[in-house]
Every structure is written in C-alpha cells, then in structure tokens.
C-alpha cells in the first residue's frame, strides 16, 4: 500500500488532435472505454493505495472540478491547482509543490495509458535511495522516441534525443517518483522541461536517478489513433482499469443505446448513451460518443464518431474521426485518417476510395 505517497498528474493541455472535431473538453475527460480518460488513471491510483491526488490543470481547468468533485466519490481526496499559463511538466510539478506534504511523491503524466505496478516502481525509488525515480518502458521500436539508458546497477546514464539507432529501447513512459526535497527545487514561475532540464541537471550533480524499467501496457494517447485504439484495449482488458462502467468483452454498451440484434459490435467498441446501431451494422474497435447513429449495414473500424452524428445506409468509415452532428452520406466511403469536420453533411455516394462506381 502507497498511503504514505501522494500523487501528482498533470492534466489538461489542449492535447489531441481531435481538437476541435469531438471536444469541448480536455483530452483527459474524453469519454474513453466509457468514461472520461482520467478516471483510468484515477483509478489505478487509488488500487494501488494512494489517497491524495493533486490535479495540476490548465485548460479548461473548471471541467475536472465538475466532474470529479472532492474525489470521495472515487475514494481519494483530491485537490486542483490551476496554470494561469503552460509552465511545461516540469513547471507543471513546481506549480503543485506547497500543495505537497508527503516524503516521496508520484507524478503521472494525464495523456498516458499504463499498466505498470504502480507499488513496484515507489519500491524501486526505495530500495535504490533514488532522488528520483522514473519508470522506463521498453517498445519495439524506440526510434520515435527520446530514449533513457541505464546500467546494471539501474542507474539512469543519460537522456537521448530520438536517432535512427538508439542504443537502447528503454524509453520515459511518464510516471516519476520525486523525494519532495527534490521536488521542490524545480523553478517556479517558468517553462521547465523535466526531459531537457531538471533530469540532466540531476544526473550533473551526480544525484541519484534510478530507472524501473519493464514491459508493461503503455500507450501515449497524442494521436486520434492511438485514442482509439486504447479505448479498445481498455475496453477489452488488456490495458488495465478500475473505472470500466462494464465488464471487460468485446464491446461496452452506455444505458440508453439501441443497438440491433443483428448488428456486430466488437474489437473492444465504446458505444456511448443514446447510440443507434442499425440492423446488419458492423462496429470494430471504435468509439461512439452519445446520441451517434450507425444506419443499417454501415461499417465503422477503427474510427470515432462524434457525438450526435450520423453514419447512413451502407457506408464505410475506416481509421476517421467524424465530428460531432457530421452526417456520412448512404454509400460514402472514408479511410486512411480522414477527419469530417463538425456539422458537415456529405451527400450519397459524396466520397469513395474504391474503383467501383
């Protein structure tokens, strides 16, 4: 149990690049798997035995309040500092220091979904006397990402910049324990980069940097594919969460949605309140936010739908986002990323990739 840590995340930058298509809100309270994507990592939290949570937020930073209230409801207490403008993460942590009264602190990153043991990487922090700990995860394929090499001992060596041949496929996944002391010695006021500044400025003076590293779940939510595709896997189990409003399956249905017997809804489908799905519909790891329609014998992959639009007859809607009221035409056929913007109204048969005619 981790009551003796407290919790940090930072929250609410403008983020995704859904933005403006599906949202009037902040990345981390999309409607993910069912519910706002923050309640995830809420939940994680709490299971692992942590109590307090500090939300640092600027965007649209009321939003949280609204819906998380005091935290009792999740089992936590929860306390919410405000940007009055982007400090960066490490600007972000500054910001939230006085608020902090525990010896170690976890900081968690709010665009990022992880499945890591939460109590193993504070018993990491422990066991090696770290100033700071950082969870490292190791990917396929690091060469998209800055990457973090340790030594045998588990001492963090360096912080590399993204090269086609990194040296090692440990990379930052973006949860950190600080000791406060450490902590609090972040600049207030300004734009800090923890990546550029603060951790080689550690490692500089020779402070202890440690590295949990394994291969846990770990997805960073930037994209509207990578959005997606986390819903799924949250709604199929394989990415872990506390906060489902369902058991995990093939599907998450949200009260108030009609969804046709014969209608195929899978892969891991987020179908929000108010979602009609028509007769003979074919729904594959997408997400439905309230009041959608998919029309009979519509097909929709991958792909969100915005809320309040529309899919009609026989159309095919692969790897897109349509926003909200959007209506795809009878026969339309969308893929490779398209994005429809809100309110627009593609006539039958309006768009097509296939050779037929």
Known sequence: ????????VLVGGKGTRLRPLTLSAPKPMLPTAGVPFLAHLLSRIRAAGVRRVVLGTSYLASTFEEHFGDGE????????????????????IANVAEHLTSENVMVFNGDVLCGTDLGAVVNTHRHTDADVTLHLVRVQDPRAYGCVPTDDDGRVLAFLE?????????????????????????PRGRVVS???????????????V???????????????G???????????????SAALPGPVGESIVLEGADVAKD?????????GRDVVVGEGAKVEGSMLFDGAVIAAGAIVESSVIGAGARIEAGAHVRDAVIGDRAVVGAHCELKGGMRIWPDVQLPPHGIRFSADV
């Not at 149990?1 to 940090?8: G, I, N």
């Not at 090692?168 to 972040?186: H, P």
């Open 263 to 271: 209608a195929f809804v899978f892969g891991g489908t987020a179908v």
């Open 162 to 186: 993204k090269t086609e041949d990194p040296p090692t496929d440990q990379i930052n996944a973006g949860c950190y324990v600080f000791k406060r002391s450490v902590l609090e010695e972040i």
């Open 1 to 8: 149990m981790l009551d003796d840590v407290e919790a940090v």
């Open 194 to 208: 923890v990546e550029r500044e603060t951790f080689p400025g550690l490692l500089e003076r020779g402070a202890r």
């Open 210 to 224: 440690s590295g949990h590293v394994d291969n846990a779940y770990w997805r960073d939510m930037g994209t509207p």
């Open 73 to 92: 409801s999740l089992g936590l207490e929860l306390t919410y500092v405000v940007e009055e403008a982007p400090l960066g993460t490490g600007g972000g």
């Open 226 to 240: 990578d959005l997606v595709h986390g819903s799924a896997d949250l709604v199929r189990g394989v990415a872990p």
